[in-house]
């Protein structure tokens, strides 16, 4: 019983990120794949920051002598980490409304189909 | 057009507000949860808001693109500016001790600028996509 | 000023790069890359005099000492894959106002320097950092900015290609940074000489297998080790002849020093051969690599596409280098890592002119090249040499090392098969030598050689290359200091 409930939060980043991770090779949509590369990134923030928390401490921001905090290391990289994945997005979904142009479709079946006829 | 008019009338008093809190996230970062990314979303958010409800046309003349690049270098140019003054006041890159007379103030300021930079190349950033993706013809 | 240049070398492209994007002109621009790329290239050069000097450079950012702080590391290794980015970064640079006159619109041109400038910044900082957070976000700047990069290429199969490289390319970052969460949570530490020190009492843990399993795939994928090289070709193809040439000798050069910087300084040769059985992995996927990646290249008509699949075959011969785990073996890996980004570099140099004449790359269009273009073909033909492994060029110091550390070992089959891989390069570089020399040109075309500025990289790479081939002392005089350095552990 210990191995599911006290290890919760790693069952929901094994969950997440293979669930991304399936979306990215399995589906045809380009959209719908970098859908899947982002709940895949966000399982990875989900890791760091649970592996962050310390019992009983609180956010880490100053607020009295004694009081615990969680490590904020984790919270900073990860800030990092969300913008980068942001950026990663914005970058291929322009791709995408480039291919969508050049190709009337964003289905990656159809776009090779398109390419081996030309 | 009805529907429009709710819409109109209720962002008018909310954009305001959304910019206003916008600046409140960016310089209270090292006070609570904050900073530069958070606040460069939250202002870009209320001009994405302003170009759904009032038109692209309206919201790019409110945003030139053109101005919005030069804001993106701006940004990153600040950031990098206040690590290369430290450099010149003799500590290393972005030591925010050595930008005032004692180290607390330096930090203070250091901090201050560069997430200022951030928070202005991210907020341009967010709405030169959201420009670009919009202005695409429907095809 | 000079206690300064390890982060200058990475502030001062990150500077040019805004002011390109305010210049907004085509060649000032240009220009203000060029210099800014130059100055890189002097002070990586300075650095890696300090180095061989005194051992290794250490810079605290923001003057909080490590192993709280950020810190840029540096010793022989990151200097030597230093100045061989900076070269080709300022060297290719010189080639690009005419290459992509042709190849990209001019309104972007100013747009163009600025990703390259800030895809140079990323590669540069990946090598002189020493924190290992701090390189999986430089990482990701040079990836995205190749990604932008490969997708002004003509043909709209860039667009997928850099798709492809986008998801591909992410995974693997992605798989980084999991494996530098998981040894932080086993280390609390981020700084990889303090990640050195620390990881030794928990080497035994699952976690710590875990991070490296996850680190060594994100980095195969990234260096484009044989199964995980599918976005190569691809990429290399349809990308513009500079941006093709600039990644193709840097890129993968800095994701193969990061695999080395991971598995023999923070891992640690013992744990990472004897333990986890890596010499069984790589010694076979990079003479796979090697062997199909070469027979699928004699069968291109493509040379952009046959040359991708020949770079996929030279990083075999890296990594085997790397696994045979002896000095000579490690210094035939990272010598070869120099060489073939400078034969490299030069070879798509020489083909982004034959594109700008011919507006195509196919074999069948490059027939009675030789007559039509006698100095880019003499160019080809000397790159191909060198990828042969021809004695004076730089290649036959990369086989000689390679061959030397197999025997060494007593592994007489590995050695006959790179000179096999010899062999095969023999074949698909001799299939474009002959239509170059031996068969008519289509009609009488008249000589148009190539223009001067991108002749004069071009050259400036194969001289280099004839160089370093006839007196190596230099390269890989380096090259072994950089082998034991990382044999000994120590950082």
């Known amino acids: 019983m210990n191995l599911i409930a006290g290890l919760f939060n790693y069952w929901v980043v094994i969950f997440l990120m293979m669930a991304g991770f399936y979306n990215v090779i399995a589906r045809g949509n380009l959209i719908k794949k970098l859908i899947g590369l982002n709940i895949f990134q966000t399982s990875v923030f989900l890791l760091y920051i649970s592996m962050g928390k310390k019992e009983g401490g609180t956010a880490p921001i100053v607020a009295g002598a004694d009081a615990v905090y969680s490590n904020p290391l984790p919270h900073v990289l990860i800030l990092t980490a969300i913008v980068v994945g942001v950026a990663t997005t914005a970058v291929g979904l322009a791709l995408v409304m480039r291919i969508k142009e050049a190709y009337g479709s964003i289905e990656e079946d159809e776009i090779h189909q398109r390419d081996g006829e030309a | ?139 | 000023m000079e206690a300064h240049l390890p982060v200058l070398l990475i502030v001062v492209p990150l500077l040019a790069a805004p002011l390109c994007v305010l210049l907004r002109h085509r060649t000032l621009t240009w220009i203000l890359a060029l210099l800014a790329a130059w100055t890189v290239l002097g002070m990586s050069v300075v650095v890696l005099l300090r180095v061989l000097d005194t051992g290794f450079i250490s810079y605290a950012l923001g003057g909080w000492a490590a192993p709280w702080g950020i810190e840029l590391r540096i010793d022989v290794v990151n200097a030597y894959v230093l100045v061989l980015v900076a070269l080709i970064g300022a060297t290719v640079l010189l080639y690009a106002p005419a290459s992509i006159a042709a190849e990209i619109p001019r309104e972007q041109h100013y747009l163009f320097y600025t990703a390259y400038l800030l895809s140079f910044t990323g590669l540069l900082g990946i090598t002189a950092t020493g924190d290992a957070f701090n390189l999986f976000v430089f990482l990701e700047i040079s990836s995205i900015s190749s990604y932008a990069l490969i997708s002004l290429g003509r043909d709209r199969r860039a667009l997928m290609a850099s798709y492809q490289y986008l998801i591909m390319g992410t995974i693997g970052a992605t798989f980084i940074l999991i494996g530098v969460g998981l040894l932080y949570m086993m280390t609390g530490t981020l700084n990889m000489a303090d990640l050195a020190v620390r990881l030794g009492p928990v080497l035994h843990t699952r976690t710590a297998l875990v991070a490296f399993a996850f680190l060594g795939v994100g980095m195969s994928l990234k260096l484009a080790l044989f199964p995980l090289h599918a976005w190569l070709p691809n990429a290399y193809c349809y990308a513009p002849s500079v941006v093709t040439a600039f990644l193709a000798a840097t890129a993968t050069k800095v994701s193969i020093y990061v695999f080395l910087r991971f598995v023999f300084t923070i891992f640690g040769a013992d744990f990472a051969f004897a333990q986890m059985h890596l010499q069984t992995i790589i010694v076979p996927l990079a003479l796979i690599a090697i062997f199909i990646t070469s027979s699928v290249a004699i069968f291109q008509t493509n040379i952009k596409r046959m040359l991708a699949y020949s770079s996929l075959a030279q990083i075999g011969y890296i990594m085997l280098g790397i696994g045979l785990v002896s000095e000579t073996g490690l210094t035939a890996a990272i010598v070869h890592l120099f060489n073939h980004a400078l034969m490299k570099g030069a070879l798509f140099l020489a083909l982004g002119g034959v594109a700008l004449r011919l507006g195509s790359v196919e074999l069948e269009d490059m027939r009675g090249l030789g007559k039509r273009m006698p100095a880019t073909s003499f160019a080809f033909v000397l790159g191909g040499l060198s990828l042969i492994g021809v004695p004076l060029t730089v290649g036959f110091i990369s086989k000689w090392y390679l061959v030397l550390a197999a025997l060494e070992q007593g592994w007489w089959p590995l050695a006959a098969l790179v000179l096999l891989g010899s062999l095969l390069a023999f074949i698909y570089i001799w299939r474009v030598v002959e239509v170059l020399y031996f068969q008519p040109p289509p009609t009488d075309a008249p000589r148009n050689e190539a223009p001067l500025s991108m002749q004069i990289p071009m050259w400036l790479l194969l001289a280099a290359v004839v160089y370093f081939g006839a007196s190596a002392s230099l390269t890989a005089g380096i090259a072994r200091k950089a082998a034991i350095l990382l044999l000994g552990g120590a950082l």
């Not at chain 2, 979303?41 to 690049?69: C, D, N, R």
């Open chain 2, 1 to 139: 057009m009805k529907e429009r008019i709710v819409l109109r009338v209720f962002a008018k008093p909310l954009i305001p507000l959304i910019l206003l809190f916008a600046l409140y996230v960016q310089f209270h970062g090292d006070y609570g949860p904050g900073g530069g990314f958070q606040a460069g979303v939250i202002f870009g958010a209320a001009l994405i808001f302003y170009a759904l409800v009032f038109g692209l046309e309206k919201a790019q003349k409110v945003a030139p693109p053109t101005f919005l690049q030069s804001l993106t270098a701006l940004g990153l140019l600040l950031y990098a500016g206040t690590g290369i003054a430290s450099l010149v006041l003799g500590g290393n890159f972005l030591d925010y001790s050595v930008l005032a007379d004692d180290a607390v103030h330096g930090q203070h300021l250091g901090i201050l600028l560069i997430e200022l930079g951030v928070g202005t190349t991210v907020a341009s950033v967010i709405v030169l996509i959201f420009f670009s993706f919009a202005g695409q013809k429907q095809t």
